[in-house]
T-cell receptor
Framework: AQKVTQAQTEISVVEKEDVTLDCVYE???????LFWYKQPPSGELVFLIR??????QNEISGRYSWNFQKSTSSFNFTITASQVVDSAVYFC???????????FGTGTRLKVLA | KAGVTQTPRYLIKTRGQQVTLSCSPI?????VSWYQQTPGQGLQFLFE???????NKGNFPGRFSGRQFSNSRSEMNVSTLELGDSALYLC?????????????FGDGTRLSIL
């Protein structure tokens, strides 16, 4: 079975704090892809990053960084020095090769307070 | 480049009616997926189409159906509406439907059942 778990339903931080959003996935497939999406209050989901199962290299993009660990089946997302504009719902998603479907977690609502 | 366009943005229906939602993917994109988003459930996969063929379907009753046209535009239909069908319905497109391609989402159609 394939599953994505985002245990943190809602997180509130004060601006400039660092915050990590957790994502744990389950799949028996050896080839799969992991994604993070952001859904701001306006509603449209925006793609942030993709990782394939063969690439465990962490990635940093500005204030955003992602930590992929196959040993713990986790793909965590860290925002450094959070800003109010980071307030949104963040979704982690899994797609196994050849399934033609994405499995999304239930999302983590991040509130950054000024 | 225009994004994914979903129409209508809002719909109000009563139980027992049927509804058709429309999605125009990004120009050149041939894969279209549909999701149902409800509070607490996250995004639930409905179906995926590529070149007019449904390649996968989620765990939804047969009242939910869809199709894709030769120009890649897609429609989904829900018959015999129930109160539980109230949700945000999201459409997403990707270029060729390959596993590693991120999806681009529309703003969604918010369906309310009275």
């Amino acid at each position: 079975a394939q599953k994505v778990t985002q245990a943190q339903t809602e997180i509130s931080v004060v601006e400039k704090e660092d915050v990590t959003l957790d994502c744990v996935y389950e799949t028996r497939d050896t080839t799969y892809y992991l994604f993070w999406y952001k859904q701001p209050p306006s509603g449209e989901l925006v793609f942030l990053i993709r990782r394939n199962s063969f690439d465990e290299q962490n990635e940093i993009s500005g204030r955003y960084s992602w930590n992929f660990q196959k040993s713990t089946s986790s793909f965590n997302f860290t925002i450094t020095a959070s800003q109010v504009v980071d307030s949104a719902v963040y979704f982690c998603a899994l797609r196994s090769s050849g399934t033609y479907k994405y499995i999304f977690g239930t999302g983590t609502r991040l509130k950054v307070l000024a | 480049k225009a994004g994914v366009t979903q129409t209508p943005r809002y719909l109000i229906k009563t139980r027992g009616q049927q509804v058709t939602l429309s999605c125009s993917p990004i120009s050149g994109h041939r894969s279209v997926s549909w999701y149902q988003q409800t509070p607490g459930q996250g995004l639930q996969f409905l179906f995926e189409y590529f070149s007019e063929t449904q390649r996968n379907k989620g765990n939804f009753p047969g009242r939910f159906s869809g199709r894709q046209f030769s120009n890649s535009r897609s429609e989904m239909n829900v018959s015999t509406l129930e109160l539980g069908d109230s949700a945000l319905y999201l459409c997403a497109s990707s270029l060729d439907g390959f596993d590693n391609q991120p999806q681009h989402f529309g703003d969604g159609t918010r369906l309310s059942i009275l």
